[in-house]
């Protein structure tokens, strides 16, 4: 709400992903030839899932977190809307996804995957965990609790914005408001969903003892190159 810069297309980049030559001008042509599209996302092309992923992707057009754009007037539209991620989230791109596909108005909009640009000619590297080191584990590890987590928050927002149709102002403030929420009103659904994947009960162990999640931890900008990106520079910018 307050960082990001007034711009035709503002790029989103996870802090491990290493953007591929021409990416950035690939996902702004796609903003551009689509007169409906609202965000587009790059594919990936590493890891043992990637070509499925990106055959998904393909079919059922969805953000993937690693690397995606949205729209100047999306962003606009989304600060006026109030909407704000629940703090703490992992699954962002889910819920992003959702948002975008329903046109950031759920309460009266219905799901159109037109509104998700995929360039498939847009990629990211990254380099791969390293299992042979104590730290490569603990990262490794770490993402499969919280990938194991972020199904019962897919299951949280999708509850909210598709079938309660909660306007965008109205989802918690917290990751663990929004999950906790959803588990006490569908117990048997997330008893079945930790059964399938019992590592989210580390990640509900964590947030249950911890302030991360509070309102308190909402992110700032600690650094600006000060330069924003101009027509036909933008991977220079």
Do not use: N
């Amino acid at each position: 709400h307050s960082i990001a810069p007034d711009a035709d297309v503002v790029f989103f980049v996870d802090g491990y992903a290493g953007v591929a030559p021409s990416a950035l001008t690939r996902l702004a042509d796609r903003l551009r030839e689509s007169h409906v599209a609202l965000a587009a996302s790059a594919v990936p092309s590493v890891g043992r899932s990637a070509s499925l992923m990106r055959e998904h992707m393909l079919i059922e057009p969805q953000i993937h977190g690693s690397l995606y754009a949205l729209r100047g007037d999306t962003v606009t539209a989304l600060r006026q809307a109030a909407f704000r991620m629940p703090i703490g989230m992992y699954r962002v791109d889910g819920l992003l996804s959702s948002v975008v596909a329903l046109g950031l108005a759920p309460e009266s909009s219905q799901w159109s995957y037109e509104r998700l640009a995929i360039a498939p000619d847009a990629t990211w590297s990254r380099r791969p965990d390293a299992l042979t080191s104590r730290r490569g584990v603990r990262t490794h590890l770490r993402r499969l609790v919280c990938q194991a987590f972020g199904v019962l928050e897919s299951q949280a927002f999708r509850e909210l914005l598709v079938v309660m149709k909660v306007p965008l102002a109205g989802l918690p403030s917290t990751d663990r408001q929004m999950v906790t929420d959803w588990m006490r009103q569908h117990t048997a659904r997330a008893v079945a969903t930790i059964a399938r994947h019992p590592l989210a009960l580390l990640e509900l162990a964590r947030l249950s003892r911890s302030d991360w999640g509070s309102e308190g931890a909402a992110p700032q900008l600690i650094a600006s190159t000060g330069v924003h990106p101009t027509p036909g520079s933008v991977e220079r910018g």
